[in-house]
């Protein structure tokens, strides 16, 4: 009892006494002001902790993702257009990474001495790991670079959006190069995909035979007739990088060696559509630099001058090949022979 009353007095004299009231209530208050404020630093400092963790954890994420991608570009060559300064970049581009890689742009620079410039490109190319791109014939990619020349050296690269570079690997050519530009001429041939097809006339409009489309048959032992087309695949090798085209002149002959007089039969260029579907008129058919290209002749005259007729060689027997190109390489005039397979007819 004494304990207890001892406290009431003192609590009835610190109410009595104001200065040590407001004493009380004055430090309460600071304390909680004080715990507040510390509380408030302490979430603050958590959340700024918690905040650099994530950013630490998403940037080691991105690096290592970054390390991940492993594109690759190969078989690279360059053709130029004298006339426009446009510079054709051909690749194929192959993702050996475990991860989808996105390419956002392509620079291209001309390194030669007298005219040192670059461009880029701005590109929105999608790769899913495993997949190959093929960025060659009319889907290569162009850019423009005053002055440039089919003579002069290029380099390119491409860049992912994660900053990677994919440097661009040339094809290797030398050898070919030497023994066909420097030897025969300009255009080398397949020889293994050497082909023919039988002609047919369907809704009015002549196609290669759907079961023989498009690979064709083995083209060294071919039926006389009727209504025969072959097909090869011709490589610009040209030591300049020009592009090739090919005018409607152009023309595939034989030569038979028979007993009497020697006896001839040609088939002229044409174009075949996707389907197989042979136009019945002619439009140039480019050969880019170092891009194989597939050309098909199959008419008995010349389209530049005529309309679409078949034609087939009515003999039997051996006949010597030779393929007689004519057209434009670059701003020039061009013009080849290529005496190349013997065919045998049944």
Do not use: C
Not at 194 to 221: A, I
Request: proline share 4%; aromatic share 10%.
């Amino acid at each position: 009892m004494t304990i207890r009353l001892s406290l009431r007095k003192r609590f009835k004299k610190l109410i009595v006494n104001s200065k040590g009231f407001s004493s009380v209530i004055g430090t309460t208050f600071m304390v909680l002001v004080m715990m507040f404020l510390s509380t408030t630093i302490f979430l603050w400092t958590l959340s700024q902790n918690t905040m650099y963790n994530e950013a630490v954890r998403a940037r080691n994420q991105e690096e290592a993702d970054r390390r991940s991608e492993n594109v690759v570009a190969v078989s690279g060559n360059y053709s130029v257009n004298e006339i426009t300064d446009e510079v054709t970049v051909n690749v194929v581009l192959k993702n050996a990474g475990s991860v989808a890689v996105q390419i956002i742009n392509l620079w291209v620079l001309d390194s030669d001495p007298s005219n040192q410039r670059y461009t880029n490109k701005s590109l929105n190319l999608n790769l899913k790991s495993g997949d190959v791109l093929n960025l060659v014939g009319s889907s290569g990619l162009k850019v423009t670079i005053p002055g440039a020349d089919p003579s002069h050296n290029f380099t390119s690269w491409f860049v992912t959006s994660k900053g990677n570079t994919v440097p661009l690997e040339k094809e290797q050519e030398g050898i070919i190069v030497s023994q066909v530009s420097q030897g025969i001429g300009s255009v080398g041939m397949d020889f293994g995909s050497f082909v023919y097809y039988h002609v047919d006339y369907v809704s009015r409009k002549y196609r290669l035979r759907q079961s023989e489309w498009p690979n064709g048959l083995g083209g060294f032992s071919v039926p006389k007739g009727p209504n025969i087309a072959f097909r090869v695949i011709l490589t610009n090798f040209d030591t300049k990088k020009r592009t090739i085209n090919l005018t409607s002149p152009s023309v595939l002959w034989m030569l038979f060696p028979t007993s009497d007089v020697p006896h001839s039969v040609w088939w002229y260029i044409v174009n075949v559509d996707g389907t197989g579907t042979i136009s019945s008129t002619y439009s140039q058919i480019s050969l880019p630099y170092a891009q194989p290209t597939m050309v098909y002749f199959a008419s008995s005259n010349d389209l530049g001058k005529g309309s679409f007729s078949t034609s087939s060689s009515g003999r039997d027997g051996p006949a010597a090949v030779n393929l007689m190109l004519f057209g434009t390489i670059g701003i020039s005039t061009f013009g080849q022979n290529i005496p190349f397979v013997s065919v045998y007819f049944t």
